[in-house]
């Protein structure tokens, strides 16, 4: 086994985590909010040092005049103005927030076109590969929801059974994310009890 010590600190130290949550003992509680006080110190830390090493790595690719260089270029730029500006006004300034939310939105909204694009690509080259009628309602239902989203139907609002209709079928994505939240809620309890157990490691590298 590697690095015995920092399995047992891991599975010591989430024991504690999980035992504080569920035994409402005083010194459990207060063990249990310093830990994560560190952990969340330690995560800042870590996010700092991926800053500095997102930078370095485009002040070296500038340096090193390869191609692609004015996207580095942009980039250093809008982090520097980005710090210099959260650091000045500071990060809860309205102004600061207004500007990064009209930036941050549209570059989301294209992100989700290009993400919806590439969805209905993938799903035509897998009933080209697999014609079966999985692949087929696959299609169907990425059209459906292609057309529901994009606002074409929404003169239909006054007939009562296709109004009905599209309520329904803005509710079927709510419910698919909410499945994929919960699997995702499961994955992270087993992954954490397998960490608790000792059988993975992530730790050791």
Known sequence: MKSPLATITAIGVGVIILIGY??????????????????????????????????????????????????????????VITLA??????????????????????????????????????CLRLLQRRKGIVGIIFLISVVVFLIVASGFLSISQDIPILKTMLAALQQLPLAGGRGILLGISLGGITTGLRVLLGADRPYTG
């Open 22 to 79: 569920f035994l409402p003992l005083p010194f459990l509680s207060d063990l249990r909010v310093t830990l994560l006080g560190w952990a969340v110190i330690l995560a800042g830390v870590a996010t700092l040092v991926a800053i500095l090493n997102l930078v370095m790595t485009h002040i070296r690719k500038l340096q090193s005049q390869s191609k692609g260089g004015i996207y580095s270029i942009v980039l250093l730029i809008a982090f």
């Open 85 to 122: 500006a959260g650091l000045v006004l500071g990060p809860t300034n309205p102004q600061i927030q207004n500007v990064v939310t009209h930036i941050q939105v549209p570059v989301e909204a294209s992100l989700m076109g290009v993400l919806a694009v590439s969805l209905a690509y993938a």
